[in-house]
């Protein structure tokens, strides 16, 4: 047992609840489950979009939750899915000024609740739900709420050296570990949408617990009372973190869950 109770658990997906192929351990759902039954509110707060964010739900067996998509961007509750908050921006610049970097660049924009428009195909596996094709400029011709730049042709270290030489000073931006660059509207996180959810629920950040493992997860971390680490976490992450527990193939996640079960 611990002080610290939350009242709402903020948990990352991929790398924190998921392995990397998408495989959810047992024990780390029915301590999930086990938090709900305490009447703790347990938030998907994540990068995927809203059908990536059901798969996980599906998964853990929940209902009747809230959870944040899009790294911030989307607020929702389900089931049904009821949308409770988004916020879009124009990625025009932001995209050419990769593209004019990395011209073999794969770029995909949300369609909120459905899936993804791209320029062409993915990796396998990489995004879910509805997928159509079309030419960039039609991409970037409206508003959106998110934005994936992905190059399997360059190296991870090499394709953050870009990025961050790029002067994306005007749009939030997440390097992911394959070569994968999320866009969002600036000063929109997860921490931004938990914010938002927080306010409607009656919730203090003091009494959140929030647990990831990736760059988009900093934001997240420095907010809530508690910010948890995962062991294959960046330097960056675990920096600003209250404390790292194991990694997710040591289901590092179930370590930090039972100090509140």
Not at 92 to 105: I, K, N, Y
Not at 134 to 157: N, W, Y
Not at 209 to 232: F, K, S
């Amino acid at each position: 047992m611990t002080a610290f109770q939350p009242k709402l658990v903020a948990l990352d997906v991929d790398g924190t609840i998921v392995d990397e192929r998408n495989r959810l351990t047992a024990p780390v759902r029915e301590a999930v489950r086990g938090l709900v039954d305490r009447g703790i509110e347990v938030v998907i707060s994540t990068g995927r979009a809203i059908p990536g964010v059901l798969d996980v739900v599906d998964k853990l067996g929940l209902e009747g939750r809230h959870a944040i998509a899009s790294n911030g961007a989307v607020v929702l509750a389900y089931p049904p899915v009821d949308i409770l908050h988004t916020v879009t921006f124009d990625a025009s610049e932001a995209v050419r000024r990769v593209l004019a970097e990395m011209p073999d660049a794969i770029v995909a924009v949300e369609e909120l609740g459905t899936g993804y428009r791209v320029s062409r195909p993915f990796p396998t596996g990489e995004i879910n739900g509805t997928i159509v094709v079309e030419d960039v400029e039609s991409l970037i011709a409206e508003p959106v709420v998110r934005v994936i730049i992905r190059s399997p042709d360059h190296a991870p270290e090499e394709f953050g050296e870009i990025v961050r030489g790029l002067g994306l000073d005007d749009t939030s931006y997440y390097i992911g570990y394959d070569a994968w660059l999320d866009l969002a509207p600036q000063g929109v996180s997860k921490a931004y949408g938990l914010e938002v959810l927080c306010e409607k629920l009656g919730v203090e950040r003091s009494e959140v617990l929030a647990v990831g493992d990736g760059n988009n997860d900093v934001e997240m971390l420095q907010w809530a009372g508690r910010g948890v680490a995962m062991g294959q976490a960046p330097d960056v992450l675990k920096d600003v973190a209250d404390d790292v527990t194991g990694s997710i193939h040591e289901d590092g996640l179930l370590t930090e869950l039972q100090r509140y079960l």
